[in-house]
């Protein structure tokens, strides 16, 4: 299976400043199916970005995704008070679909 | 508004059974293949098993393969997990997720939708 490893695990910035997070696959990802979820604590993931640079339904333009083959990032332009989270690539372009194991923003 | 919500949690011995359930609202359930991702305590997420819109087809991660058993039932727009022999290793939260686009085959899509979430705790 692929493992995907993101890095920096936790990330400390300020309101306003740029985040930018990195999703590594130990194999190349199929058809750069890749996505990116954030989680708030006692909620449920959110999907906000599919196909390493769709974004999702009424997701802010703040957050962007790139990449491709084993290498991918998520952006978020300018910090919101309300993007403070966990962040979590995964891969459904190989059987069986996999996900990283987190990034944290936290304010600085 | 599209809804996802999971019902079933709760505890339960080890070798033990319990069967979470998952009402879909506000789209067409049929349509679209259903997973369950869970997250074990403040770990991160893992996939534990698929179906396709038909309900003909079932994919499992090898960690609950030959233990638990998803299913669906599109009349009542409703999927189930029934998980058995259940392990201290099986306690998480339990999501239901919808895939993103209709028809795709499962573990070919990302997931749009997710409900909030049950608990299973397996302890004596």
């Known amino acids: 299976e692929i493992v995907l490893t993101q890095s920096p695990a936790t990330l400390s910035l300020s309101p306003g400043e740029r985040a930018t997070l990195s999703c590594g696959a130990s194999?190349?990802?199929?058809?750069?199916?890749l996505a990116w979820y954030q989680q708030k604590p006692g909620q449920a993931p959110r999907l906000l970005i599919y196909?390493?640079?769709g974004r999702a339904t009424d997701i802010p333009d703040r957050f962007s995704g790139s990449g491709s083959g084993t290498d991918f990032t998520l952006t978020i332009s300018r910090l919101e008070p309300e993007d403070f989270a966990v962040y979590y690539c995964q891969q459904y372009g190989s059987s069986p679909q996999t996900f990283g194991q987190g990034t944290k923003v936290d304010i600085k | 508004e599209v809804q996802l919500l999971e019902s079933g949690g709760g505890l339960v011995q080890p070798g033990g059974s319990l069967r979470l359930s998952c009402a879909a609202s506000g789209f067409t359930f049929s349509s679209y293949a259903m997973s369950w991702v869970r997250q074990a305590p403040g770990k991160g997420l893992e996939w534990v098993s698929a179906?396709?819109?038909?309900?003909?087809?079932?994919y499992y991660a090898d960690s609950v393969k030959g233990r638990f058993s998803i299913s669906r039932d599109n009349s009542k727009n409703t999927l189930y997990l029934q998980m058995n022999s259940l392990r201290a290793e099986d306690t998480a939260v339990y999501y239901c997720?919808?895939?993103?686009?209709?028809?795709?085959?499962?573990?070919?899509?990302?997931?749009?939708?997710w409900g909030q979430g049950t608990m299973v705790t397996v302890s004596s």
């Open positions: 196909g390493a640079s």
């Open positions: 997720a919808k895939d993103n686009y209709a028809g795709m085959a499962p573990g070919r899509d990302a997931f749009d939708i």
């Open positions: 194999q190349s990802v199929s058809g750069n199916y």
């Open positions: 179906v396709v819109g038909g309900g003909d087809s079932t």
